[in-house]
């Protein structure tokens, strides 16, 4: 009688394994599948962006990307000033959003607040990536830029003599789409880099205020450092967001298909470039559009390729 039971508990525990095994071994297929499936849509877009752009990237090639004019009356398209307006805009708003966002993060995650002052503005921060870019926009108009305004024409009658200062604001610009950009993806940078601190073991903060660090020694040089690679990638995910934004920037940058060094001056960006002439495009205008979509892709493939290898050589560290 013991033995059969013996047997029958072996065969029970036999059999579980090999339901753990199978469990495991169809979660990892399936992982794999989704990974695959993921990389095979991002290629396909490309692809199809690709087909559709084709006329124009086999007449203006390379020169394409370096070419300011963008005429549909004699067809005769470029992308430079976009290129520069969407970089410029992007990182005009990680330059104000970065230290924003991962500070509040900090205070979000440290126990700076009360739980219930803290669970409010986590709420609060949140809400704002749920507000549509169209009202940040509209907003935009009517509040952000008048106030810049004012701003901006201080700073240009003391700093004009700095080139980035260097021209009077007079309504969109470059300036009012950057500061747009950084309220916009503050959240983004926030949510992630409080995610990236929280998940750091207490014994970490433990063992360095033991060796006799102060609270804000550990956070910048302990908690910080090993939460890099998470407010790395909240940073590029945010970036991502700010290249790709189209409603908030096409009403506040201005629409200007020209290069100028000034942030106070109207600019354009790729996202706002296909907003305002996609719906009215038609042969090689819409190729060209769809060429100038996938220079815009390959600039945030190229950010995010950078951002992962600084992420490797600091772990490397």
């Known amino acids: 009688m013991t033995t059969n039971s013996s047997s029958l508990q072996s065969a029970n525990i036999k059999s579980s394994s090999e339901l753990r095994n199978l469990l495991d071994r169809g979660f990892i297929w399936l992982t794999r599948f989704f990974a695959l499936a993921v990389a095979a849509t991002l290629l396909w877009i490309a692809a199809q962006v690709t087909i559709e752009a084709w006329p124009a990237i086999q007449k203006y090639g ?19 000033p976009q290129i520069y307006g969407t970089i410029v805009s992007s990182f005009l708003g990680l330059l104000i959003a970065v230290p924003i966002g991962v500070g509040t993060a900090v205070l979000l995650s440290e ?18 990536a749920a507000i549509p870019s169209v ?26 003599w700095i080139p980035f200062f260097s021209t009077a604001p007079t309504g969109p610009s470059m300036f009012p789409a950057g500061v747009i950009l950084a309220i916009m993806i503050v959240p983004i940078i926030t949510a ?95 190729a060209s559009l769809m060429y100038a979509g996938l220079v815009l892709f390959f600039i945030t493939l190229f950010v995010n390729i950078m951002a992962e290898l600084i992420v490797l050589r600091v772990k490397r560290i």
């Not at 020169?63 to 430079?80: K, R």
């Not at 126990?111 to 704002?128: A, M, W, Y």
């Open 135 to 160: 009202v940040y926009g509209i907003w935009g108009i009517f509040v952000l830029i008048p106030l810049l305004n004012d701003v901006g024409k201080w700073i240009n009658s003391y700093f004009g």
């Open 111 to 128: 126990n700076f607040l009360p739980t219930q002052v803290r669970v409010v503005t986590v709420f609060l921060v949140e809400l704002l």
């Open 192 to 286: 992630i880099s409080r995610d990236a601190l929280i998940s750091i073991p207490s014994g970490l903060r433990q063992a360095s205020m033991g060796l006799g660090a102060t609270r804000w020694e550990t956070i910048l040089k302990v908690i910080i450092p090993a939460a890099f690679s998470g407010i790395v990638s909240a940073i590029m995910l945010a970036l991502g967001r700010a290249m790709g934004e189209t409603m908030a920037v096409t009403m506040l940058i201005g629409n200007a298909n020209n290069i100028n060094i000034s942030i106070f001056a109207p600019a354009n960006t790729i996202a706002s470039l296909l907003a305002n002439q996609f719906a009215e495009a038609g042969g090689l205008q819409i």
């Open 62 to 80: 390379v020169g394409f990307l370096i070419n300011s004019a963008w005429n549909p009356v004699i067809d005769d398209y470029g992308v430079l």
